[in-house]
């Protein structure tokens, strides 16, 4: 018996599954992945601001249209954006925003928000005959439904380069980490019981057919 | 015989499992809406890892008088070091809460400092109205750097930096404070002062309770 459990346990691969399996238990138990499962902050909480606020722009007939794409949990204030010219000979008007939800907090009131996504369109017109690419900066802002709120966001849209043209971040810099605790869970538990599984199953099939 | 037979049950469960995590992937993605938005979080998760110093970083930024301060005034006592805008509920949600903290801690050598990444006549009219009795920084791009040494390039407010005596950072919390969050992150300082426990340890313990909150 001690014998086979001896060869059973020098097989490389009950070692790589076991190892596995035990990362996977520990992370699922502690909540984040087993590689950043000690860093004393709670950052895997939020999105970082460039996935809780998703946008892009497109040039049709003639107008800007801006799109947002807000994660769930997420919203952007209506009132906080704005869009201005950003190339040589490009006026921009007033963007045309839709209605938005109503929030009411204690501090600013009834505000109108934007949930899951928002689609602004933006009359433009250019005096420099083609000659410029077209830029927009575009600035918006928003929060977690958790408390935090985003520094104002503010981004360069080149629409010209195609239907779906997408922002160039100014200073991206590392940040937020991404939340995705509740999923890994799942995979990490999954994973790791397959990877017990499969090490039992070849542990038991050693015993079963111990010739050599 | 024993090798005919089981080599094939392996790599067959090997398969099934590779298979499962593979269907699971696909079934995550498609079922989560928007793709491209999946595709951003992801890729931007990817590249981004928050670095938070060992210590707190030597500043100074101005008071609500203009006069700089540097971070050296409060040497000896150990911080919650406050970030907010006054545009942001959720900071001004959090500051009667502060406020208490530092009245409840401060003859135990405890402070709390505020620095508001705002304009100054904005902040001192809050403080003013609020009555916020802890000491008050304010600062555009100087703050702004130094929420970048902290290791929170995306700045979003509140968060809150709780240091030592020493100045060493023990934790970071990025959004609006609670009190029991708060309490638990203190009890775990005072523990870390009081038994010189192993700073390392005290971390991964808060870590363990973040992760629970």
């Known amino acids: ?212 | 015989l024993r090798q005919l037979r089981t080599a094939p049950i392996l790599w067959g469960l090997l398969t099934i499992f590779a298979a499962a995590i593979a269907g699971g992937y696909v079934y995550h993605r498609l079922t989560l809406g928007d793709h491209s938005t999946r595709v951003a979080a992801e890729t931007a998760s990817a590249a981004r890892i928050v670095t938070i110093p060992e210590v707190l970083p030597k500043f100074t930024l101005s008071n609500l008088h203009g006069e700089p301060v540097p971070v050296s005034t409060w040497a000896g006592q150990s911080l919650i070091i406050n970030f907010w805008a006054t545009w942001c509920a959720p900071c001004r949600r959090e500051i009667p809460l502060l406020k208490s903290l530092d009245n409840e801690r401060r003859a135990k050598g405890m402070r709390v400092i505020g620095i508001a990444v705002d304009d100054r006549e904005a902040v001192a009219a809050y403080a003013a109205k609020m009555q916020i009795g802890y000491p008050l920084l304010v600062g555009e791009q100087d703050a702004l750097d130094l929420i970048a040494a902290l290791g929170v390039a995306e700045p979003a407010f509140p968060f809150s930096v709780f240091t030592d005596r020493r100045g060493r950072i023990v934790s970071l919390h990025l959004g609006e404070l609670h009190r029991p969050v708060a309490e638990e992150i203190l009890a775990k300082i005072d523990d870390l002062e009081q038994h010189q426990r192993d700073i390392g340890e005290v971390r991964r313990e808060i870590a363990a309770d973040l992760a629970r909150f």
């Open chain 1, 1 to 212: 018996m001690a014998r086979r459990y001896r060869e059973t346990m020098t097989k490389p691969f009950v070692w790589v599954f076991a190892v596995f399996g035990a990362c996977c238990a520990a992370s699922a138990l502690a909540g984040k992945p087993w590689w950043m499962a000690n860093s004393p902050d709670n950052a895997d909480h939020f999105l970082p601001p460039d996935a809780a606020f998703k946008v892009s722009g497109a040039v049709v007939d003639d107008m800007l249209v801006l799109r947002w794409v807000i994660a769930d949990g997420y919203y952007l204030y209506r009132s906080k954006i704005k869009v201005e010219a950003d190339s040589p000979g490009l006026r921009v008007g007033p963007p045309e925003l839709p209605e938005g939800q109503t929030k009411t907090d204690e501090f600013f009131g009834t505000q109108e928000i934007y949930l899951q996504q928002a689609t602004a369109r933006v009359p433009f017109s250019r005096e420099d005959a083609g000659a410029h690419p077209l830029h927009f900066r575009v600035t918006y802002q928003g929060c977690a439904e958790q408390g935090l709120c985003y520094q104002p966001i503010v981004k360069t849209l080149m629409p010209q380069d195609g239907p779906l043209a997408h922002d160039s971040p100014r200073g991206a810099s590392p940040g937020v980490r991404q939340s995705a605790t509740s999923q890994w869970i799942w995979v990490a538990l999954g994973g790791g019981l397959l990877a017990f599984f499969v090490a039992g199953i070849a542990a038991r099939s050693r015993r079963s057919h111990p010739d050599r």
